[in-house]
């Protein structure tokens, strides 16, 4: 499990990067556990859970176990979203 939740912070830093985002998110990847800190402040966590049904807490920590290849190009266009 702990090697499945590895690759999908790879893959969603990597993905993100892949929708154009200039920022860095290696803090995804720096992170250990079944959760991660996005680094997302509230409104822009709020945009995720209205606009793109994306739930995650007001602090911008977001289960990685939730994470996988069918939804994490989803995930990545999202976060760039609110990013840009």
Known sequence: MAGRINQMRTLLRDSIIACGSKKNWDHITNQIGMFSYTGLNKDQ????????????????????????????????????????
């Not at 859970?49 to 939730?66: F, P, V």
């Not at 994470?67 to 994490?72: D, E, L, M």
């Open 45 to 84: 966590c709020e945009i995720l859970t209205k606009k793109h049904h994306i739930y995650l807490t007001s602090n911008g920590r977001i289960s990685m176990a939730g994470v996988t290849t069918k939804n994490v190009g989803k995930l990545a266009e999202a976060i760039h979203d609110v990013t840009k």
